[in-house]
């Protein structure tokens, strides 16, 4: 029978919750658009779909941003909304157990605002553990995190990339970069704005992404893009290739591969051997860019690098196997061992 237990993962695009026993029940942006900042319009996917389009009057928000919350209050608001949909589908929350997965790299007081936020929902909790996210990444992308000796792991989601190595079922080490697929956007709108005076907008960013990027072969696709003459100041299209769209990209990617030399830089000689023996696995939604594990090996030297196949789903896969099986259940832990261990020796 399905159990009120239920993983968060608060993603700086969109939140992922999974049910005990059921399944995956929510997956939406992670955005709340108000009317004259204090009415709720909408929230998920109804509310990104103002994104962009909206008179002045009304306001679309992201309360996650690089991976930690940038406002409470909007978050709380969202949540509650999610909360309250989900309820009219699965009967009352109150009284149920959450598993929050939170980024390593941050600081107390933004790990402990993950807490406070699920504590403060009109559910009332009964009982919130956290999870550190590279261990739930690493689980849910199948990683045998007890036996691995030294595994890197690089989860490259909207506005951030996570890289951890994980050893003996701990984290060594853990850094969160403002760098992801919205960066990956940025980089493809300066680019076209820089080459042929055109702006265009985010979500055009994204659908060329989407459409163009691939890093695997000489494949080169083309697609026109509509948006606005710099100089003219009109509606104007251009063609745009998968050459530029790659070369945009590895602007953000030429530091992610640059922060992960300073990583192996660092690692103790017999770790760093060990990781170059397991290799590095790629989750979050912008590893499913085409050919990335080749780029990864080709700039890192490591030709053992793997892209999870759970995606967007990584983490929330690993809090489903944390939540399901006993075995894992030592990864989740009360907000006080959170703050009180510490797992970055390096
Ligand atoms: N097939 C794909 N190719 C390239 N990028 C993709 C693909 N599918 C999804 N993405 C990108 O993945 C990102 C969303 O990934 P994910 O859900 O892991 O992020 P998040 O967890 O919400 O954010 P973060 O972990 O950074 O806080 C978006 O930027 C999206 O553009
Ligand atoms: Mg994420």
């Known amino acids: 029978m399905a159990q009120k237990v239920f993983g968060i993962d608060f993603g700086s695009d969109s939140t992922k919750i999974y049910r005990k026993g059921q399944g995956v029940v ?146 060594l080490f853990s850094k969160l970069l403002p760098i992801g697929g919205r960066t990956f956007n940025e980089n493809i709108i300066n680019m076209i704005r820089r080459k042929y005076n055109l702006l265009i907008g985010e979500k055009t960013a994204e659908s060329l992404k989407l459409e163009l990027a691939n890093f695997s072969s000489k494949r080169d696709d083309s697609m026109n893009a509509f948006g606005r003459d710099l100089v003219t100041g009109l509606p104007r299209e251009s063609l745009v290739t998968t050459e530029l769209v790659n070369d945009a990209i590895s602007e953000s990617m030429q530091s992610i591969f640059e922060n992960i030399r300073v990583i192996l830089d660092r690692t103790p000689p017999e770790i760093a051997a060990d990781v170059y023996h397991n290799g590095i696995c790629l989750t979050g939604g912008s590893a499913n860019l085409p050919g990335l594990s080749f780029l ?15 995606g967007v789903m990584t983490v929330t896969n690993g809090l489903a196997k944390i939540m399901e099986d006993r075995y894992y259940d030592r990864y989740a832990v009360s907000l006080k061992q959170a703050l009180a261990e510490d797992k970055f020796p390096l």
Not at 70 to 98: H, I, P, T
Not at 296 to 302: A, H, Q, R
């Open 26 to 171: 929510y997956n939406q942006k992670s955005v709340i658009a108000f009317k004259n900042h204090t009415k709720i319009l909408a929230i998920g996917d109804e509310a990104f779909e103002m994104y962009g389009k909206t008179p002045e009057s009304i306001n679309v928000t992201f309360p996650i941003a690089h991976g930690v919350i940038n406002s409470f209050a909007n978050m709380l608001s969202l949540l509650n909304c999610m909360f309250l949909d989900l309820e009219r589908v699965f009967g009352k929350f109150r009284g149920s157990e959450y598993y929050v997965a939170v980024p390593s790299d941050i600081t107390e007081v933004e790990k402990k605002a993950f807490y406070d936020l699920v504590d403060g929902t009109l559910v009332r909790p009964k009982r919130i553990r956290l999870v550190e996210k590279p261990i739930a990444d690493a689980i849910g992308a199948g990683v045998d995190i007890v036996k691995s000796q030294g595994t890197m792991v690089v989860n490259i989601g909207s506005e951030t990339t996570e890289i951890s190595i994980i050893s003996l079922g701990g984290i």
């Open 296 to 310: 990864f090996s080709t700039n890192l030297g490591n030709n053992k690098v793997t892209v999870s196949d759970f």
